[in-house]
């Protein structure tokens, strides 16, 4: 008896699963439609320097701008297009977008660097870094040092025989690489000293509590002297208010993106942001002592 009853609750599952199958496959066939019928955009999102207000680049983030539903965040389609092919799909389509929209603006005298996500999946192909050559080679007018291509910090790690290959083709085109979300993994300090990336970028969740927080204080603190030590570049993301800002600086971190400095916007918002944008008035949402002094 006991053993039918077994057998059932496996059925169940069985059943279960294969919903959750189908649903699967029906989201991803969804997003499959959304590429194509070109519901995908691509925000920007500003990287600035914080005592000089310069303008470095922009991060392209994914939206999905659905027709009933209105845009729909990275977030909530992304994780499950990741586990299949069409992250390489949307990927390409995302560098192609970005390249396009970077050759405008270096086309306008806007010396920018524009920044680009890339899953595991894609990152790990063997083809990864053929493909970023062919596509400098068709976007000829830009130089490889403004791709920068965001790799999370723990999908470097886990492959990092495979990844270092990647890496290092990449690197000797002269496109550069930033270490995304990093305090989130398990980062041992002698792999950070082979990685060859250039940039690391401290995750948002430790700059939320580094006014507030001893231990996100420290472990920011940390990353940055880590960061330094190995001249590695260090970026501070989810930067929101200028007292975190001012926290950073003194930290030895000038570098910083987020709601504070601006939001994800549309390519075409970029240039006119860029003409407005002034330091002095970081954060203008915020209180007014939060403004640069
Ligand atoms: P990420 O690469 O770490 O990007 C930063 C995320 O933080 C973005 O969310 C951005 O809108 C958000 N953010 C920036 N500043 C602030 C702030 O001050 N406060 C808060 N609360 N959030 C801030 P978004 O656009 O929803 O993207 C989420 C994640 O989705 C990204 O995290 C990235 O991992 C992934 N993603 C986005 N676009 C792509 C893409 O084209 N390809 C791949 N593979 N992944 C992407
Ligand atoms: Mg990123
Ligand atoms: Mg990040
Ligand atoms: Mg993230």
Not at 146 to 165: K, M, T
């Amino acid at each position: 008896q006991a053993k039918q009853k077994g057998g059932n609750r496996v059925q169940q599952f069985d059943v279960i699963h294969e919903q959750q199958a189908k649903a699967s496959h029906q989201n991803l066939a969804r997003v499959t439609q959304a590429l194509a019928d070109g519901e995908l955009r691509v925000h920007y999102q500003p990287k600035v320097h914080l005592r000089t207000g310069k303008i470095l680049g922009f991060e392209a983030l994914l939206r999905w701008q659905h027709p009933e539903i209105g845009l729909i965040p990275p977030g909530d389609f992304l994780p499950l297009v990741e586990q299949s092919d069409l992250i390489v799909e949307i990927g390409n389509w995302v560098l192609d977008e970005a390249l396009t929209q970077l050759e405008d603006w270096n086309a306008q005298d806007h010396d920018w660097s524009v920044a680009v996500n890339i899953a595991a999946r894609h990152f790990q192909r063997d083809d990864f870094a053929t493909t970023i050559r062919q596509k400098l080679q068709r976007h000829a007018t830009l130089r490889p040092d403004r791709l920068d291509l965001e790799i999370i910090e723990s999908v470097a790690i886990d492959n990092i025989h495979h990844a270092n290959r990647n890496l290092d083709s990449c690197k000797a085109m002269g496109v550069r690489i930033s270490l995304d979300d990093f305090g989130t993994g398990y980062s041992s300090l002698s792999y950070l000293k082979r990685l060859p990336a250039q940039t690391i970028k401290i995750d948002q969740s430790f700059v939320r509590g580094i006014l507030g927080d001893h231990s996100d204080q420290a472990v920011v603190e940390a990353i940055i002297r880590l960061s330094l030590a190995f001249e590695r570049e260090v970026v501070a993301e989810g930067v929101e208010t200028w007292p975190q800002a001012r926290m950073l600086m003194l930290m030895g971190c000038e570098v910083a993106q987020g709601f504070g400095v601006a939001r994800p916007m549309p390519g075409p918002a970029v240039v006119e942001w860029a003409r407005s944008f002034d330091i002095r008035r970081f954060s203008s949402q915020a209180p007014s002592k939060a403004v640069c002094a």
